[in-house]
T-cell receptor, first 115, second 115 residues
């Protein structure tokens, strides 16, 4: 079955540094991959989508890379701020561009940015 | 008003009781999903619906049923609640074909406790 692993349960870094979160997957070749942010007691919020033919995608201080050979996505937050503290979820599709497309989620990495 | 509204926000129920969780959306999306979230296990798909006449089981559908009453409404029922169904439940919506449809929009969740 498809398996998604996010590099660690928790990551603690100093404000201003770049946070890098890792998502690895096995047993599948997703057509795209997504990243979400989740705050405690709230629903996940969509951040970025990157397709299999895209190596990198940026949005403000966020950058996502997608290496289909390594079966890995990296999620970077540059100039991190305490307000970036949250759990970040990786999700990949299990249906690609077909009408049956839907996504499955990793268990997330809890990021803490200390002042 | 929220794009995806879940009711109730919190619920405590007794083992063996029937309970319904409701979800309504104003996004105009055809696709709706029910996930449950447990610590360390991430989000797991219970049921999904690609349109009003379409209902599909997810990876953990046993003990659950759903009803798609209209494009905007998708309810989840626990016919006879058991303690291991204690979890945070999320409804989500999306546009059509995954890779072109952007991300999912989640509700704020229902925290269900079965005692």
């Amino acid at each position: 079955s498809q398996k998604i692993e996010q590099n660690s349960e928790a990551l603690n870094i100093q404000e201003g540094k770049t946070a890098t979160l890792t998502c690895n997957y096995t047993n599948y070749s997703p057509a795209y991959l997504q990243w979400y942010r989740q705050d405690p007691g709230r629903g996940p919020v969509f951040l970025l989508l990157i397709r299999e033919n895209e190596k990198e995608k940026r949005k403000e201080r966020l950058k996502v890379t997608f290496d289909t050979t390594l079966k890995q996505s990296l999620f970077h937050i540059t100039a991190s701020q305490p307000a970036d503290s949250a759990t970040y979820l990786c999700a990949l599709d299990i249906g690609g561009y077909s009408s049956a497309s839907k996504i499955i989620f990793g268990s997330g990495t809890r990021l803490s940015i200390r002042p | 008003d929220a794009d995806v509204t879940q009711t109730p926000r919190n619920r405590i129920t007794k083992t063996g009781k029937r309970i319904m969780l409701e979800c309504s959306q104003t996004k105009g999306h055809d696709r709706m999903y029910w996930y449950r979230q447990d610590p360390g296990l991430g989000l797991r798909l219970i049921y999904y619906s690609f349109d009003v006449k379409d209902i599909n089981k997810g990876e953990i559908s046993d003990g659950y049923s759903v009803s798609r009453q209209a494009q905007a409404k998708f309810s989840l029922s626990l016919e006879s609640a058991i303690p291991n169904q204690t979890a945070l439940y999320f409804c989500a919506t999306s546009l059509g074909t995954g890779g072109f449809a952007g991300g999912y929009t989640f509700g704020s969740g229902t925290r269900l406790t079965v005692v």
